[in-house]
């Protein structure tokens, strides 16, 4: 964030939560558009919900409710260059334009341009080899929702591409404009978390002990930026391996593990404070919680501490991205945002993990409680009916207890 006159910015995605924070980690102040319009994101912007079945589309429309300052994307509007376009003729934007997204969201031009880093892609319409091991992912992707392995012979439809599955340790690296300021260690499809099989879940970092990553990941910074123009906040996921790394995704907006770094440095990302030349002063790890079952989120619960809190942007949270009680959640559709700290990077798993087993008991005990209550609906008709957990003022048309979205980027 070169221009330190903007004091005021939006933030419009699927979950602007995380992003809203780290403006006011930068001193600035912000409104937002996003799926969730979540408790503790009321509590640090002016927020404008968009509804699961108008999003992306109605995105530009609650945007432009908003005076015109600068404004930033989240996961999720990579994949709609198009709605970028119409936000940006309301408001100017601080990043990547549709032309950069769409270049760097092509895997087929990817892999052409940078055979020695990106696993390679089978070229449209033709059949998934019968050797070696390849992935059918999503064209219009986030969080890995909707990634399975590929079967010999399957040929992909057009909103799927196949690429080669590669074996090691998936990680995200975080960048301004040409410079790398840290890696974390991804999370993936992590059963204490209900994710499914490649469902993004959480990072944990930052990762310092690995030198070659970290001149790995400044080298492809570097290459990628000067390849497609890329500015702003960025970042790209990549797999590490005995051989090196491959990057398997360039992702041209604010990325999830930003508040992570930030919280590891007690400095402000936006600004390009941290770096990997500075020791942390913390380990921290942040997950997703998904739906173990269908639930109701309950009016309280140990969350209401963060809720409740002084606002600050440097205090440490255990919980975010909280719902509003009441809001019916499906399951394995996520529930809040787990953080933790420590000395090492497996404390900090340790303690999301023990976090994790306290909302299992908990949502267990709401869920049985709400069954057994006077007047109750059977069971099936309990984790079926959505209408059941809906405040009473709200119609089911209007449809804000579902989130049929996931937040695959915080």
């Not at 979950?15 to 009321?42: E, H, M, N, P, T």
């Not at 209900?194 to 570097?222: T, Y």
Request: hydrophobic residues 40%.
């Amino acid at each position: 964030m070169r221009r330190r006159g903007w004091f005021t910015m939006g933030v419009v995605g699927v979950s602007a939560r995380a992003a809203v924070q780290s403006l006011a980690r930068a001193g600035c102040s912000a409104w937002a558009v996003d799926l969730f319009a979540d408790v503790d994101l009321q509590r640090w912007a002016k927020v404008q919900r968009c509804l699961p079945q108008a999003y992306p589309h109605a995105l530009s429309q609650l945007a432009a409710q908003f005076p015109a300052s600068p404004f930033l994307y989240t996961g999720g509007l990579e994949n709609y260059p198009e709605v970028i376009a119409n936000l940006m003729a309301i408001h100017e934007l601080w990043g990547n334009c549709p032309e950069t997204v769409r270049a760097v969201r092509d895997p087929w031009q990817l892999a052409q341009c940078f055979p020695e880093v990106i696993p390679p892609v089978i070229a449209r319409h033709q059949a998934c080899p019968a050797t070696g091991q390849w992935l059918c992912k999503p064209l219009r992707s986030g969080g890995g929702i909707g990634i399975r392995f590929a079967r010999p012979g399957e040929c992909p439809d057009n909103h799927h591409y196949l690429q080669q599955y590669q074996t090691g340790l998936p990680a995200s690296a975080i960048c301004l404009d040409d410079r790398c300021l840290g890696v974390t260690q991804q999370l993936l499809g992590q059963s204490w978390l209900h994710a499914r099989s490649f469902c993004w879940c959480g990072n944990v970092g930052p990762w310092i002990d690995d030198s070659e990553v970290l001149s790995l990941c400044q080298h492809w910074c570097q290459r990628f930026q000067q390849n497609y123009g890329l500015q702003g906040i960025w970042g790209f996921d990549f797999i590490r391996h005995r051989g090196g790394i491959s990057v398997v995704e360039i992702n041209p907006r604010y990325p999830a593990s930003v508040e992570v770094l930030e919280h590891a440095y007690a400095k402000a990302v936006l600004l390009g404070e941290v770096s990997p030349d500075i020791s942390p002063r913390w380990f921290v790890a942040k997950a997703i919680y998904y739906a173990p079952h269908d639930l109701c989120f309950p009016d309280g619960g140990p969350w209401l501490v963060d809720v409740q809190a002084v606002l600050d942007p440097w205090r440490w949270p255990t919980y975010a991205d909280i719902p509003p009680p009441g809001t019916f959640i499906p399951k394995n559709r996520p529930v809040l945002t787990l953080l933790a700290r420590g000395h090492t990077l497996t404390s900090c798993i340790a303690h999301l993990q023990r976090l994790a087993a306290q909302l299992d008991h908990l949502f267990a005990e709401a869920s049985e409680a709400a069954v057994s209550a006077p007047g109750s609906p059977p069971t099936d008709q309990f984790v079926t009916d959505m209408t059941m957990c809906q405040p009473a003022n709200q119609s089911l048309g209007d449809d804000t207890s579902l989130r049929e979205e996931t937040k695959e980027e915080r």
